[in-house]
């Protein structure tokens, strides 16, 4: 009977460690890469996009260039949807997935050719500070931040707000914290896994 309990927990253990790996690779993607543009770029626009497994040596680098660790299964096959507008390459779109105590969230991330963020908006979030007004107010916050910009918000080891990062972000700073996470891995990610497309597209303008 102990045995076949130990069993049972072993199993559950097991299977909840396989859902979280598998919501990170399901949901690090634009639900519609359409609406997307539509909300992050307005209209006009055409994309293409190009899907890249993250490889080890990718991850190693991604954990290098972080302050803070990050879970395996967080990196795993990605789509990076590059914009074009009369035939020249505008941005990027990108899409990640985080847990939080209120459960999964998705975010949609909007890039500029140089790697600063141009905004985001929430694919899926429960916590009731993901509205409107407070979506709105991070984005102009980070808008047009490049990846220094945006690290000098956090602590040195990337868990907490800086001092300058809580003055920005008062009023939401665990919302702040786990987007502003986000968009370091998102930055990571790109420069890292997409490097040769990224050089071609920047050589193609």
Request: hydrophobic share 40%; proline share 2%; aromatic share 10%.
């Amino acid at each position: 009977m102990k045995q076949r309990k130990i069993f049972t927990l072993i199993v559950l253990i097991a299977t909840q460690v396989l859902m979280n790996s598998s919501a990170y690779a399901a949901f690090c993607s634009l639900r519609d890469p359409v609406s997307a543009m539509q909300i992050l770029y307005k209209d006009g626009y055409q994309y293409r996009s190009i899907v890249a497994t993250v490889t080890e040596q990718d991850r190693v680098a991604v954990k290098d260039k972080l302050p803070f660790t990050i879970h395996q299964s967080e990196v795993n096959k990605h789509t990076l949807y590059v914009l074009y507008k009369d035939r020249k390459a505008a941005g990027f779109l990108q899409a990640r997935s985080e847990w939080a105590k209120w459960g999964l969230v998705e975010i949609a991330w909007a890039i500029n050719l140089d790697r600063s963020l141009k905004g985001f908006y929430f694919q899926r979030c429960r916590s009731p500070e993901c509205n409107d007004s407070v979506v709105q107010d991070i984005n102009k916050q980070l808008h047009n931040k490049n990846f220094a910009q945006l690290k000098s918000l956090l602590t040195l080891d990337g868990e907490a707000l800086s001092e300058v990062g809580k003055n920005t972000f008062s009023t939401y700073p665990t919302l702040a914290l786990l987007v502003l996470r986000s968009a370091l891995k998102t930055l990571a990610i790109t420069d890292i896994s997409w490097a040769k497309y990224i050089t071609k597209i920047e050589s193609d303008n």
